[in-house]
């Protein structure tokens, strides 16, 4: 449905030149939910902004149902844009206008007959759970409730894709995976494919069909979320996966294992079953896991006892449980795939 071909962007200041996306090719295929993950200063919302050509590529071609927007006059680029809605992560409501008045807006510029437009909104105000906040304004609004109208707004003209550029980075964890359930729900309910820019990769676990790794203006690696999570390729991945500032740092001096969870069942007492299975003490070093619908997704640190024959009955318990796992320390890596 989208497709990038050798897309790079380049700005050009007086004294500086800067590739914030280089060279990328990249295909987001009809009703996924496509993410799109970095750090700060990947190029993701540079990329982003080139799909519905609000940046213009300095080289390459950029597709929308194979008809290449790159060569479209600005006649047909208001057509196709407005079959993309996009959502901010500051919500960029007007404060003026009431919560019906914010979703109509985009159909009064579409010049939509206004009984159309009215029941149009509460349609949309249904879908999103705020019909009680139909004449409330953006003030009265909690962060949540301000993102939901956002979510109806970009809805409004029927888009088939929806761009979410760090749209819920505002917002408490909570309140995040309501959005992201609702994401979910309006890409099942309607066929919206939807492209997810963020940095966490928890927002990509939850809601996204595959996901590319973004560095430096450059796509390192892309593929299904489950296999990119399971097996990351490039460093950046890894970091993200593994981030440094929450304690799950690999120590040189300890022989670590790190166990990924990817939809296992969130009421298995793992630990606890290796601990006495095993008869070994386990040294949890850190963990970010979470329980999304009874569900656990994310990831553990353990410490590998120095008795061998505990560290096989522990891998041997692991492999028994269709548990992946990874072992990280003094240099050494080594990854075991269950459908290996």
Known sequence: MIRFENVSKKFVSKDNETIAVNNVNLTIHKGEVFGIIGFSGAGKSTLVRHINLLEHPTSGNIYFDDVNLTQASEKELRKYRQRIGMIFQQFNLLSQRTVIDNIVYPLEIAGADKKERIKRADELLALVGLEDKRKAYPSQLSGGQKQRVAIARALATNPDVLLCDEATSALDPITTRSILALLKEINEKLGVTIVVITHEMKVVEQICDRVAVMNAGVIEEIGAVKDVFLNPKSETTKRLILPEDNGLKRDENR????????????????????????????????????????????????????????????????????????????GHEQGHDRTA
């Open 255 to 330: 022989r670590i294992l790190r166990i990924a969870f990817d939809g296992q069942s969130a009421f298995l007492p793992l630990i606890s079953s290796l601990t006495i299975e095993c008869d070994a003490m386990i040294n949890i070093l850190g963990a970010n896991t979470e329980n999304i619908g009874g569900k656990a997704y994310g990831q553990m640190l353990i410490e590998l006892p120095k008795d061998a024959d505990k560290e096989k009955q522990i891998k041997k318990y692991l492999d028994s449980q269709g548990i992946y796992y990874e072992e990280g320390g003094k």
